[in-house]
């Protein structure tokens, strides 16, 4: 049996019992600690727990361990590197990070930065930079680092020393836009292309990610796509950072999935941006709980080696019980006061604590450091971290924020600080030992020696024996072919008279792809918990849902035809019930081209309305790296997922998606225009290398798909085709529609035609989105271009020399055709989904909503007689023969 957790308990407060025999158990337990190891006294207690548990004794439940190191002493190993070179090639860049800042701030004030991050993180990352983080395992991709977003000055200052950022970058650290070479405030791979690779700095979305990586590269290694090799993740969080949902929401996962190719370091400075993170308690405690119970390795790093000595010399346990006894308010004042305070109010609690640091000075005792400032017990606890087997491993190390940075060090005020005092810079200069010129040194300005020092040539040197500089990122695109359009032949033939959704004719197409002999296993299907909202039982049979375990039952309905097949090389994510989780997944695997080389082409299917504004902000992230793919938002329109109701019914999916500027959005109504826009998605992201991805609404209600018309694809694509023309060819009226509702307005052009005599084109609209893009890049170009002849946006060349007032429908919101309001003004007027949803039938909701048929109609009579081409009293008939009650509520405000 292995123990992964093995550690000394400390008994409960004996309530009355007889201490002497305590103290017999404890000498007995030491002794089997000594004489047999750790491992077999872990077993002891675990058998002991048991027996317990069977004779009705509940033992304490033991999530936390003493306020000190894991990692004893007695068992570190030594540092392997030349400390005093490292030291100084720190301290460089402590100080390139710091005048980045410094400088840039006093040259444009409020341009911003942080200075109190990365002092805290310094050497938790340089141990890592120097000795542990892999850039390659020969051909294979090495380790994945998500650095914390605000400590990028000191990424930065690092690349500055090595020679891969230029200081004329450095000197444009958020200076973006003026036509040289600049720096992104954080991490950035939209524009920072070949350099970051995981956009961190919108807390909690890195970890999530980082837990989602680790389980991806599982899946590629299971799936034989890529080879196993010892790589691993690691994640750089900031303690405040554990509040966000998203940061510790995932960490049972990790341990379900045992990926001890995971490691999470916990930047625990006790502070975030306003002030403390636990004043009243103590961070790193409640996340040892938090952690040790979802079942990771957890290794605390608390106390540098200067204080061994004094844990060492205090026999009775007193100076722990101090330890455990402060808060962290307290912790912070004593980093932020100094060391005459530290005496008194840390020591001076108990007169035995005040004689163990008799000998000591005020600056001595100032100076015992945190763990995570100290090489050797942060090199000690990286070590542990990668050796360990079965399961993640989190490091929480304790650090100063602001560590350094003379009076705002540990202030509450110090992570909105941005420039240093002369005397500051004096101070910070010296608490480093920095080796830069007095005149650098004044002026704050950064600093890279000229000549290869032996700082630089050490520096150099551990890159290149762990394989190469890092954060990279690598922008080539391997290029993939496209199946032809035929390929997708069943969608495009139509359904023969069959009533299906257009989930149907998209789940028929991605089981085509899956058995594509290229692309097939390079498809990665995700989905939460939906599986059979959209029809998937089929694929699950095909191919299997990826589980690392394989399946360790026999399912119930094994006798049946599609039955849940779970295989160790399965193919399918099955996330379970969380979005974020699969939107993690959708991520690793939509950006697995640059990661892994390996174009792995995501399709996340979900329930549209728990989509962009359920996990909005990591979509955003996704698009920032760049990430390849297809989210399908299935279930889609506000009256076409009848029953569900206002938290269900989706009518801003497409709003939403609008606004991220690498989403390609498409909406619609027919399985050969969705064959059409997948086929050319992957042509556009995987054969031709556009770093876009694309989102495209999937609806449930039944219809009989039509063959595709000749012609249509480019229309398709743009956004806008003519579906079906007035009969006579004489419209005086343009109806647009989108998704199911394009059925509406056809029905609509026949109720217009048979009973009014009003003849009107039907189009179809597939993306109101990319025709307002496609506008505003022509008007723009005309306005840059005034001496060249106009351009004319697609929308006004599609509709050349078409007549009449148009009425757009969607099961989207108005906004949504009102995209186009300034290239088709007071022609077009705008049906659609505006307020909150209901739980009834498609009929009783279009009506609803007013996106009906008869709504539809009516609104083309009433429109086309306030242009007097139709009598304004027909039209209030009209209304009323369509059933339409002028004075009922408006649904926007329902
Ligand atoms: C989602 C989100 N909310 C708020 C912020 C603004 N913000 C930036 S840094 C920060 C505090 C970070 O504290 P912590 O995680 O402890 O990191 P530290 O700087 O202390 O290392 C906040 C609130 C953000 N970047 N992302
Ligand atoms: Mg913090």
Same mark, same amino acid.
């Given at each position: 049996?292995?123990?992964?957790?093995?550690?000394p308990?400390?008994?409960?407060e004996?309530?009355?019992?007889?201490?002497?025999e305590?103290?017999?158990?404890?000498?007995?337990?030491?002794?089997i600690?000594?004489?047999e190891?750790?491992?077999?006294?872990g077993?002891?207690?675990?058998?002991?727990?048991?027996?317990?548990?069977?004779?009705?004794?509940e033992?304490?439940?033991?999530?936390?361990?003493?306020?000190?190191?894991?990692?004893?002493?007695e068992q570190?190993?030594?540092?392997?590197?030349d400390?005093?070179v490292?030291?100084?090639?720190?301290?460089?860049?402590?100080?390139?990070?710091?005048?980045?800042?410094?400088?840039?701030?006093?040259?444009?004030?409020?341009i911003?930065?942080?200075?109190?991050t990365y002092?805290?993180?310094?050497?938790?990352l340089e141990?890592?930079?120097?000795?542990?983080?892999?850039?390659t395992?020969?051909?294979?991709?090495?380790?994945m680092?998500?650095?914390q977003?605000?400590?990028?000055?000191?990424?930065?200052?690092?690349?500055?020393?090595?020679?891969?950022?230029?200081?004329?970058?450095?000197l444009?650290?958020r200076?973006?836009?003026?036509?040289?070479?600049?720096?992104?405030?954080?991490?950035?791979?939209?524009?920072?292309?070949?350099?970051?690779r995981?956009?961190t700095?919108?807390?909690?979305?890195?970890?999530?990610?980082?837990?989602?990586?680790?389980?991806?590269?599982?899946?590629?290694?299971?799936?034989?796509l890529?080879?196993k090799?010892?790589?691993?993740?690691?994640a750089?969080?900031?303690?405040?950072?554990?509040?966000?949902?998203?940061?510790?929401?995932?960490?049972?996962?990790?341990?379900?999935?045992?990926?001890?190719?995971?490691?999470?370091?916990?930047n625990c400075n006790?502070q975030?941006?306003?002030?403390?993170?636990?004043?009243?308690?103590k961070?790193?405690s409640?996340?040892?709980?938090?952690?040790?119970?979802a079942?990771w390795?957890?290794?605390?790093?608390?106390?540098?080696?200067?204080?061994?000595?004094?844990?060492?010399?205090?026999?009775?346990?007193?100076?722990l019980?101090?330890?455990?006894?402060?808060?962290?308010?307290?912790?912070?004042?004593?980093?932020?006061?100094?060391?005459?305070?530290?005496?008194?109010?840390?020591?001076?609690k108990?007169?035995?604590?005040?004689?163990?640091?008799?000998?000591?000075?005020?600056?001595?005792?100032?100076?015992?450091?945190?763990?995570g400032?100290?090489?050797k017990?942060?090199?000690?606890?990286?070590l542990?971290?990668i050796?360990?087997?079965?399961?993640?491993?989190v490091?929480?190390?304790?650090?100063?924020?602001?560590?350094?940075?003379?009076?705002?060090?540990?202030?509450?005020?110090?992570?909105?600080?941005?420039?240093?005092?002369e005397?500051?810079l004096?101070?910070f200069?010296?608490?480093?030992?920095?080796?830069?010129?007095?005149?650098?040194?004044k002026?704050?300005?950064?600093?890279?020696?000229?000549k290869?020092?032996?700082?630089?040539?050490y520096?150099?040197?551990?890159?290149?024996?762990?394989?190469?500089?890092?954060?990279?990122?690598?922008?080539?695109?391997?290029?993939?072919?496209?199946?032809?359009?035929?390929?997708?032949?069943?969608?495009?033939?139509g359904?023969?008279?069959?009533?299906?959704?257009?989930?149907?004719?998209?789940?028929?197409?991605?089981?085509?792809?899956?058995?594509?002999?290229e692309?097939?296993?390079?498809?990665?299907?995700?989905?939460?918990?939906?599986?059979r909202?959209?029809?998937?039982e089929?694929?699950?049979?095909?191919?299997?849902?990826?589980?690392?375990?394989?399946?360790?039952?026999?399912?119930?309905?094994?006798?049946?035809?599609?039955?849940?097949?779970?295989?160790?090389?399965?193919?399918?994510?099955?996330?379970?019930?969380?979005?974020?989780?699969?939107?993690?997944?959708?991520?690793?695997?939509?950006?697995?081209?640059?990661?892994?080389?390996?174009?792995?082409?995501p399709?996340y299917?979900?329930?549209?309305?728990?989509?962009?504004?359920?996990?909005?902000?990591?979509?955003?992230?996704?698009?920032?790296a760049?990430?390849?793919?297809?989210?399908?938002?299935?279930?889609?329109?506000?009256?076409?997922?009848?029953?569900?109701?206002?938290?269900?019914?989706?009518?801003?999916s497409?709003?939403?998606?609008s606004?991220?500027?690498?989403?390609v959005?498409?909406?619609?109504?027919?399985?050969y225009?969705?064959?059409?826009?997948?086929?050319?998605?992957?042509?556009?992201?995987?054969?031709?290398?556009?770093?876009v991805?694309?989102y495209?609404?999937?609806?449930?209600?039944?219809?009989?798909?039509p063959?595709?018309?000749?012609?249509?694809?480019?229309?398709?694509?743009?956004?806008?085709?003519?579906?079906?023309a007035?009969?006579?060819?004489?419209?005086?009226?343009?109806?647009?529609? =989108?998704?199911?509702?394009l059925?509406? &307005?056809?029905k %609509? @052009?026949?109720? $217009?035609? +048979?009973?009014?005599?009003?003849?009107?084109?039907?189009?179809?609209?597939?993306?109101?989105?990319?025709?307002?893009?496609?506008?505003?890049a022509?008007?723009?170009?005309?306005l840059?271009?005034?001496?060249?002849?106009?351009?004319?946006?697609?929308i006004?060349?599609?509709l050349?020399?078409?007549?009449?007032?148009?009425?757009?429908?969607?099961?989207?919101?108005?906004?949504?055709?009102?995209q186009?309001?300034?290239?088709?003004?007071?022609?077009l007027?705008?049906?659609?989904?505006?307020g909150?949803?209901?739980?009834?039938?498609?009929?009783?909701?279009?009506?609803?909503?007013?996106?009906?048929?008869?709504?539809?109609?009516?609104?083309a009579?009433s429109?086309? =007689?306030?242009e007097?081409?139709?009598? &304004?009293?027909? %039209? @209030?008939?009209? $209304?009323? +023969?369509?059933?339409?009650?002028?004075?009922?509520?408006?649904?926007?405000?329902?």
């Amino acid at each position: 049996m292995v123990i992964m957790n093995a550690y000394p308990i400390t008994p409960a407060e004996p309530v009355e019992s007889d201490q002497s025999e305590i103290a017999e158990w404890l000498e007995a337990f030491d002794q089997i600690i000594d004489e047999e190891g750790p491992i077999q006294a872990g077993e002891l207690l675990e058998a002991l727990v048991r027996r317990a548990h069977e004779s009705g004794v509940e033992p304490p439940t033991q999530l936390h361990t003493p306020y000190k190191n894991t990692i004893p002493v007695e068992q570190e190993l030594p540092y392997p590197g030349d400390r005093e070179v490292e030291r100084r090639i720190e301290a460089l860049i402590r100080w390139n990070a710091m005048a980045m800042v410094h400088r840039q701030n006093k040259k444009d004030s409020g341009i911003g930065g942080h200075l109190a991050t990365y002092s805290s993180l310094a050497t938790l990352l340089e141990v890592g930079f120097n000795h542990f983080f892999h850039a390659t395992y020969g051909d294979q991709p090495g380790d994945m680092i998500y650095f914390q977003g605000h400590a990028s000055p000191g990424v930065y200052a690092r690349a500055f020393l090595e020679g891969r950022i230029t200081e004329q970058q450095i000197l444009n650290f958020r200076h973006e836009t003026r036509g040289e070479p600049g720096l992104s405030s954080y991490p950035h791979p939209w524009l920072m292309p070949d350099f970051w690779r995981f956009p961190t700095v919108s807390m909690g979305i890195g970890p999530i990610n980082a837990i989602y990586q680790a389980r991806f590269m599982r899946y590629l290694e299971n799936r034989n796509l890529i080879e196993k090799t010892p790589r691993k993740i690691w994640a750089y969080i900031g303690d405040g950072e554990t509040d966000e949902p998203e940061t510790l929401g995932a960490l049972t996962l990790a341990t379900r999935e045992k990926l001890d190719n995971l490691i999470f370091v916990v930047n625990c400075n006790l502070q975030r941006l306003d002030g403390p993170v636990r004043g009243n308690g103590k961070i790193i405690s409640e996340l040892e709980g938090a952690f040790r119970g979802a079942g990771w390795n957890v290794i605390k790093v608390i106390w540098g080696s200067d204080w061994d000595s004094l844990l060492a010399r205090d026999r009775t346990g007193l100076l722990l019980k101090r330890m455990e006894e402060c808060v962290d308010g307290e912790y912070q004042s004593f980093k932020a006061k100094g060391g005459a305070y530290t005496r008194e109010h840390f020591f001076g609690k108990y007169p035995e604590l005040l004689e163990l640091v008799r000998d000591m000075t005020d600056q001595q005792i100032e100076n015992l450091h945190r763990g995570g400032h100290d090489p050797k017990k942060v090199y000690n606890a990286y070590l542990r971290a990668i050796e360990h087997k079965g399961g993640p491993t989190v490091i929480l190390a304790k650090t100063v924020k602001g560590y350094g940075l003379g009076s705002a060090q540990a202030r509450n005020a110090t992570h909105q600080e941005k420039k240093l005092t002369e005397e500051a810079l004096v101070s910070f200069r010296k608490v480093f030992s920095i080796p830069v010129p007095d005149e650098a040194a004044k002026e704050g300005v950064p600093y890279r020696p000229e000549k290869e020092t032996p700082e630089i040539a050490y520096l150099k040197e551990r890159r290149k024996q762990l394989g190469g500089y890092m954060p990279a990122r690598d922008k080539r695109q391997p290029k993939l072919q496209a199946p032809a359009l035929d390929f997708f032949a069943d969608a495009l033939a139509g359904s023969r008279g069959r009533a299906v959704s257009t989930t149907m004719g998209f789940v028929s197409m991605l089981r085509a792809l899956l058995k594509h002999p290229e692309m097939g296993k390079l498809v990665v299907p995700i989905v939460p918990d939906e599986g059979r909202t959209f029809g998937l039982e089929s694929a699950i049979r095909q191919v299997g849902i990826y589980a690392s375990q394989g399946q360790l039952y026999t399912p119930h309905d094994q006798d049946i035809l599609l039955y849940y097949r779970e295989e160790k090389d399965g193919q399918i994510l099955e996330e379970g019930i969380t979005e974020a989780g699969s939107m993690a997944s959708f991520t690793a695997a939509g950006t697995a081209y640059s990661n892994y080389r390996l174009p792995s082409i995501p399709f996340y299917m979900y329930y549209s309305m728990f989509g962009f504004q359920r996990v909005g902000d990591m979509i955003w992230a996704f698009g920032d790296a760049r990430g390849k793919g297809f989210l399908m938002g299935g279930t889609g329109g506000r009256t076409t997922l009848s029953g569900e109701g206002l938290q269900h019914c989706d009518g801003h999916s497409i709003v939403m998606s609008s606004v991220y500027p690498t989403c390609v959005t498409y909406d619609p109504a027919f399985a050969y225009e969705m064959a059409v826009i997948v086929q050319d998605g992957l042509r556009r992201m995987y054969q031709k290398g556009e770093d876009v991805f694309y989102y495209i609404t999937m609806y449930n209600e039944d219809y009989a798909m039509p063959e595709m018309p000749k012609g249509v694809e480019e229309g398709v694509l743009r956004g806008i085709y003519k579906y079906k023309a007035a009969a006579d060819g004489k419209p005086v009226l343009q109806l647009f529609g =989108s998704g199911p509702i394009l059925n509406e &307005a056809l029905k %609509a @052009q026949a109720i $217009l035609a +048979e009973k009014y005599g009003v003849q009107a084109d039907v189009w179809s609209v597939t993306s109101y989105t990319e025709l307002r893009r496609d506008a505003l890049a022509t008007d723009r170009w005309n306005l840059l271009h005034p001496a060249e002849n106009e351009k004319q946006p697609y929308i006004l060349k599609a509709l050349a020399g078409v007549e009449g007032p148009i009425i757009a429908a969607s099961d989207y919101m108005k906004i949504v055709p009102d995209q186009l309001s300034p290239w088709l003004r007071e022609r077009l007027v705008s049906l659609g989904t505006d307020g909150f949803g209901r739980s009834d039938n498609r009929t009783y909701l279009r009506k609803h909503f007013e996106v009906s048929a008869e709504s539809i109609a009516a609104a083309a009579l009433s429109r086309l =007689s306030r242009e007097k081409k139709f009598d &304004a009293k027909k %039209a @209030q008939k009209a $209304l009323q +023969e369509l059933g339409i009650d002028p004075e009922k509520v408006d649904p926007a405000k329902a």
